[in-house]
């Protein structure tokens, strides 16, 4: 079994930052794509961006400058870095582990973020 356990998430006026952090935490051997996931009240969960596993990545139009998804295999750990955040980023965060985009096998159990204008 893999587990992802999520950090980082909280409130933050318009134009600042946060890095959410996903660490996992049981090992597994198989090389998986990671992802960060959002999903807003009224709308549908959204991809964010990707990571593969030849460190390929992927993003979102509406985020592409301004977050930047990265992963420390050391201390198997992703991290979304998210900058000139807008209020329309707000929305619950989710890591995800498997098959980039559709078939992700382990969540993480997601981490709010609010921002406010």
Known sequence: QVQLVQ??????QAG????????????TYSSYC?????????????????????GITTYADSVKGR?????DNAK???YLQMNSLKPD???????AEGIC?????????GTQVTVSS
Do not use: H
């Open 34 to 54: 990671m992802a960060w996931f959002r999903q807003a009240p009224g709308k549908e969960r959204e991809g964010v961006a990707t990571i593969d596993s030849d």
């Open 67 to 71: 977050f930047t998804i990265s992963q």
């Open 16 to 27: 600042g930052s946060l890095r959410l952090s996903c660490a996992v935490f049981v090992y």
């Open 89 to 95: 980023d707000t929305a619950m965060y989710y890591c």
């Open 76 to 78: 198997n750990t992703l």
């Open 101 to 109: 985009p559709s078939q992700m096998l382990w969540w993480g159990q």
């Open 7 to 12: 950090s980082g998430g909280g409130s933050v």
